[in-house]
């Protein structure tokens, strides 16, 4: 299992009943993020780490998972993971083509869509967002970063939304150098003198274990540990003081199934790309 001790991507034996023989942090990262939406309907899916778990959520936990990119694609069933938003594959696979305009319009902002999957280069402790720019030090230019793409409007408008990125102090920070979307603001009512509608983010999952909002202060609590992680190790890698759930729990372990599925679409990418 993994170790205190052991680097992130690093691979890991298992040792639990059903599991393979061993996984990668990000898989086990990834695998967690795909369970995440076994029960949504439709979700949005951001490019990246957040495309990778939705797809292997359409392969295993949630067969009927409708997956609507920003590129105008409704009902995407792609063979292996989309090199981008523009990806011909998705056209391909799609139920529908729509314009951009149609997919904000009428499918994103006016509430008919159930999960939004995004991911971060820098998020608070009220899992605002940064993809924009960062802070490179003293007498040196910004980083510029993708930028905004669909993110502030999929967090104010999906039911709700999932993150997914891997844990660090320089991912997980206590003020972002610029906020590019909106998660939880400042705390409980933010979201509501804006006029989001959605619930905003309910977990952030990560290749360390998994945070949630809490329900009075909106704050993100680690309330998840992956396999072999412990808490001690979660906060020494946040920029915060990361509050901590009293009996967090240990994620389960991927299956045989979920990892050679996972493994399968990555290959197919590869190869494509």
């Known amino acids: 299992m993994t170790t205190d001790a052991t680097p992130a991507g690093a691979t890991t034996p298992a040792g639990a009943p059903g599991a393979p023989a061993g996984w990668t942090s990000d898989e086990l990262m990834t695998v967690n993020a795909a369970r995440a939406l ?3 309907r439709t979700c949005f899916v951001g490019i990246g780490l957040p495309s990778t778990a939705a797809n292997l959520a359409r392969h295993t936990a949630n067969p009927d998972l409708v997956l609507i990119y920003e ?3 409704l009902g995407s069933k792609p063979t292996r993971l989309p090199l981008s938003i523009g990806d011909g594959e998705l056209a391909d ?3 529908a083509v729509v314009s951009v305009p149609e997919i904000f319009n009428y499918w994103l902002q006016a509430g008919r869509i159930d999960v939004g999957f995004l991911g971060a280069a820098q998020v608070d402790r009220f899992a605002n967002i940064n993809t924009t720019a960062v802070d490179r030090g003293p007498d040196r230019p910004e980083g510029r970063l993708p930028g905004a793409g669909g993110a502030p409007e999929i967090a104010a408008n999906c039911g709700r939304v999932l993150m997914v990125l891997r844990h660090s102090t320089r991912n997980f920070v206590r003020k972002l ?3 590019t979307t909106v998660g939880h603001g400042t705390g409980p009512g933010d979201r509501e003198r804006l006029g989001l509608r959605g619930a905003g983010p309910t ?4 290749d360390l ?7 009075e202060t909106a704050e993100l609590v680690l ?5 072999g992680v412990t808490a001690e190790r979660v906060r020494a890698a946040t920029g915060w003081d990361l509050r901590v759930a009293a009996t967090p729990v240990t994620t389960a ?5 979920e990892l050679a599925t996972l493994r399968a679409l990555k290959a197919a990418g590869r190869s494509a790309a």
């Open 71 to 73: 590129s105008g694609t």
């Open 177 to 179: 150098d610029f906020t």
């Open 209 to 215: 274990g998994i945070l949630r909002p809490d329900p």
């Open 38 to 40: 076994s029960a949504a």
């Open 253 to 257: 372990p991927p299956t045989e199934a």
């Open 203 to 206: 977990a952030v999952i990560t």
């Open 93 to 95: 696979t799609a139920d």
């Open 223 to 227: 309330t998840d540990l992956h396999p």
